[in-house]
């Protein structure tokens, strides 16, 4: 088995480095699923209300055994839902959250996306405080926020994201998020960390893998590792989903880290946080 880092958030909460997503995963095949996961080493899951698979995922991390204080789960608001936000629905949907997971705590709970237009993430955020207060999310934090959201959040409200999860790999990698992270005490954690698996035919990771006798998907994952980053990669498939936590073994050089640099091109393939709605 993998010994998996960890970075410790600004709470003092620490979570694992390398962890699993489940996006996409039907809640039928996420048991399975996580449940190979977990087999593999993995100990952190990122799952989401509007992924429709927190029961698949509960009903794994139940079935696996492993003490519940070895687990980070991390679960999101769907914010985009078509609602008028108030406290009260934050704080039911979280609880629906839980209860479809089976957990009386989540480690890491996250707001989806600012949906700017609506304006409505600082009432989100202050029933987020209060559920942090209460203990049943270790730590808070938001999804998808670009630099003047984090700022705006906190001066409004005097608490620091524990985490802002963004779209984050080699041609999006997204530099000014990850220094503003640094100075204001958040820790970057990567989505579609693979590229969705898109940018993994690029001759210089195939040429970086073949010197290190690992695979392009293990390479960029030891890049994320690297940087700081926490990474969430997912796959339905066994040997991939082995082959995504053995990046542990291996250092890269400046060389290859020059050359992964050099992949930035911009490209996102995700929506645009700055106007998703
Ligand atoms: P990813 O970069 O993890 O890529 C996954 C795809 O890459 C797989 O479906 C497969 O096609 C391929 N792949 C995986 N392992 C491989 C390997 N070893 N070799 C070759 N190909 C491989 O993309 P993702 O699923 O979009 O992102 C990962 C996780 O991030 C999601 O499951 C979810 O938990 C999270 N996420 C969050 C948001 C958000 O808005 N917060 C958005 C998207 C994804």
């Given amino acids: 088995m993998t010994v998996n880092p960890t970075v410790t958030l600004n709470n003092g909460v620490p979570m694992p480095q390398l962890g699993y997503g489940v996006f996409q995963i039907p809640d039928a095949e996420a048991a399975t699923a996580v449940g190979t996961a977990l087999r593999e080493g993995y100990r952190s899951v990122d799952t989401a209300a509007v992924y429709g698979n927190e029961e698949g995922t509960g009903a794994a991390l139940a079935a696996s055994g492993i003490p ?29 959250s839980l209860t479809r997971l089976g957990l009386d705590h989540v480690d890491l709970y996250l ?28 730590a ?23 985490v802002n999860q963004i779209e984050l790999h080699p041609w999006l990698q997204q530099a000014e998020l990850r220094s503003l992270h640094t100075e ?3 820790a970057t954690e990567a989505w579609s960390p693979l590229g969705q698996g898109k940018l993994l035919d690029a001759p210089v990771l195939a040429k970086i893998a073949a010197k290190h006798g690992r695979t392009p998907a293990q390479v960029v994952l030891r890049w994320h590792l690297q940087l700081g980053n926490v ?5 339905a498939t066994p040997s991939r989903i082995r082959e995504n936590i053995d990046v542990l073994g291996f250092e890269l050089d400046q ?8 992949l930035d091109n911009g490209t996102r393939l995700g929506p645009d946080p700055d106007t998703f709605d």
């Fill in 255 to 262: 060389d290859d880290l020059g050359a992964i640099a050099a």
């Fill in 68 to 96: 519940r204080e070895e687990l980070f789960v991390t679960t999101k608001l769907w914010n985009g839902a078509s609602t008028t936000w108030t406290r009260d629905l934050v704080l039911r949907e979280f609880d629906a």
């Fill in 231 to 235: 990474v969430i990669p997912k796959s």
């Fill in 140 to 162: 808070i934090g938001v999804s998808n926020f670009q630099p003047a959201q984090l700022r705006r959040l906190i001066a409004e409200t005097g608490t620091v994201p524990a």
């Fill in 111 to 138: 707001i989806h996306w600012p949906h700017p237009m609506r304006d409505e993430y600082l009432t989100i955020w202050r029933a987020f405080e209060e559920i942090a207060r209460s203990g049943r999310a270790r």
């Fill in 184 to 186: 204001l005490g958040i």
